[in-house]
């Protein structure tokens, strides 16, 4: 507008000029009005390919040893989005399809932001978020206790991590153009459960009846609409654990979330009305295939092969970027210019949620698992989930994921609330071993205790019903045993202090304490705010 003040007094010098001024005048008004409506933001999307070694590699998120990596199930992206006010502050969301975001990834891939955009994009407007898959390649963390069964730092993981967030984040930079972004949420009821529903019970009532159910069943979306291009892309956050796939699993995946990710995209690919396409979703999309967590399946010769026969292959072909059927398709469909749809199914509070959503049952009898320790006659190892495509883990992650897919393509049809306001973030560090916190006493009042170095329990040993531990541990432990207590002390004997603070829970593992050859735990962690508009993103430490 300062540009337009500037030019109204020479304008004055003939009528026609002036009649000139008032229909420029109203024009850049009414442009204005449709920046102001339209466009409160500038946005733009990326993605790029993140698989990493898909051999001879340790799976991070079971911490199985044996879980060693064999061949893809299908190729893991990262994507990102970019909101900028168009004269203020930008953030940055990156949604990788790995177990995890991890520091030192981020902290390499600012230097490189850095280096190409000066101050544009820091630490403070640059959150990086996992999918929580336990599926992808091992090794890229800084921290012992995350780097034991994968040997140690795995350079190739670490590389292609920092070499495709930086890539999807350049993309969605140079794809920067004015647009709106649409906000809806809504219930996903069948795509998670609660794995410990026995330790929720102990919550106290007054607070389990605040909620409708024993997890968040809640999706939220965001629908990125280009001023000119329409629709760009979708970024949902919903909490389901990524253990479709099983412990024993070895092919890279994005479970059941980089499922639905990819179902989306080619979904708005292929037009995205096309209810046929939705109704067949999956018949040929995700590869279906035999779990091999269930013993003696393979007995079951008759089954396998009406399995085998179900698939169906198309003549071979060259595998090249000129002969790919997907690229053929989707450019054909895909103006020359038009940036590509980016879809992201980004995870949240999933704590003890599994999309295992069956329930656990003992491998050795098919009975329901001991509901209050997930035993089956005292032994943690013999008690699974089972997803809804049981005995098929494959099947699983794409039922899992196709409902995500389907409530998120719901959401995004009906997404009418638009995000207007600021674009602001902050960021900090805290020292979670450090922390002062007000608790309420019994009896009344309240006092303030101070939180310690992390510590692992002998419940942790014992996983999961997504994945069960080994030995003889088991959920809920609040003993411990003498001779793990023997092991333990061979590593790092834990003192009063601490023992005193993590009480009740015995230590298993002092990891906050142990320091060789480095750090085993991390303590001091950073937590992150975004806004844009009504929305506000909290990245936090979490499981």
């Not at 410990?196 to 605040?210: F, T």
């Not at 699974?384 to 049809?413: C, H, M, W």
Request: some cysteine.
């Amino acid at each position: 507008m300062m540009e337009v003040l500037a030019s109204f007094c020479c304008y004055f010098q003939s009528p026609l000029r002036t009649i000139w001024l008032w229909i420029s005048l109203v024009l850049v008004l009414q442009y204005s009005k449709t920046v102001l409506s339209d466009s409160n933001y500038l946005i733009g999307l990326g993605s790029y390919d993140i698989t990493g070694p898909a051999a001879d590699v340790n799976m991070m998120g079971y911490a199985n040893t044996e879980q060693i990596a064999s061949g893809i199930h299908f190729r893991l992206r990262a994507r990102s989005f970019i909101v900028a006010e168009p004269q203020g502050k930008r953030v940055v969301f990156v949604n990788l399809d790995a177990c995890m975001a991890s520091q030192l990834v981020t902290i390499k891939v600012l230097e490189r932001l850095k280096a190409r955009y000066g101050d544009l994009y820091t630490e403070q407007n640059v959150a990086i978020s996992g999918i929580h898959t336990h599926a992808g390649p091992g090794g890229y963390l800084q921290y012992v206790v995350y780097l034991v069964t994968s040997l140690g730092f795995v350079r190739q993981s670490f590389d292609v991590l920092v070499d495709g967030i930086e890539k999807s984040i350049i993309q969605a930079h140079e794809n920067l153009r004015p647009g709106s972004i649409f906000v809806n949420k809504g219930e996903l009821l069948d795509a998670g459960v609660n794995r410990s529903p026995s330790a929720y019970l102990n919550n106290p009532a007054s607070e389990r009846s605040k909620y409708k159910y024993d997890v968040d069943k809640e999706m939220t979306l965001l629908k990125f609409v280009d001023n000119q291009w329409g629709p760009v892309g979708t970024f949902n956050w919903f909490a389901t654990h990524g253990t479709s796939m099983s412990r024993t699993n070895s092919l890279i995946s994005g479970d059941n979330k980089g499922a639905a990710a990819r179902f989306t995209e080619d979904w708005f690919e292929q037009n995205g009305i096309k209810s046929s396409y939705i109704n067949d979703l999956g018949t040929d999309g995700i590869p279906r295939r035999v779990s091999n967590i269930i013993p003696n399946l393979h007995n079951n010769h008759h089954e396998l092969l009406e399995l085998a026969a179900s698939f169906q292959s198309s003549p071979g072909r060259p595998a090249t970027r000129t002969l790919s059927v997907a690229r053929r398709v989707r450019g054909a469909l895909r103006q020359a210019d038009k940036p590509g749809f980016v879809s992201a199914f980004c995870q949240t509070n999933c704590g003890d949620v599994s999309p295992n959503v069956l329930g656990a049952f003992c491998l050795d009898t098919g009975l329901p698992c001991d509901f209050n320790h997930s035993t089956c006659g005292g032994k943690n190892e013999l008690c699974y989930g089972r997803g809804p495509g049981y005995p098929d883990e494959f099947e699983s992650t794409r039922i899992i994921g196709e409902r995500q897919f389907r409530k998120a393509v719901d959401l995004f049809n009906k997404a009418s609330e638009q995000l207007k306001g600021k674009v602001d973030y902050r960021h900090t560090y805290l020292d979670f071993s450090q922390l002062e916190v007000t608790v309420p006493k019994q009896g009344g009042g309240s006092e303030v205790v101070k939180t310690c170095p992390a510590a692992m329990g002998f419940a942790f040993a014992a996983g999961t019903t997504d994945g069960p531990g080994a030995f003889d541990f088991k959920q809920g432990d609040d003993k411990g045993n003498p001779f793990w207590r023997l092991v333990r002390n061979l590593l790092k004997t834990p003192d009063k202090k601490q023992v005193d603070c993590q009480h009740p829970k015995p230590i298993l593992l002092d990891t906050g304490e142990m320091k060789q050859p480095y750090d085993w735990a991390p303590s001091i962690l950073p937590i992150q705010i975004f806004r844009i508009g009504q929305l506000v993103i909290l990245s936090v430490p979490g499981v």
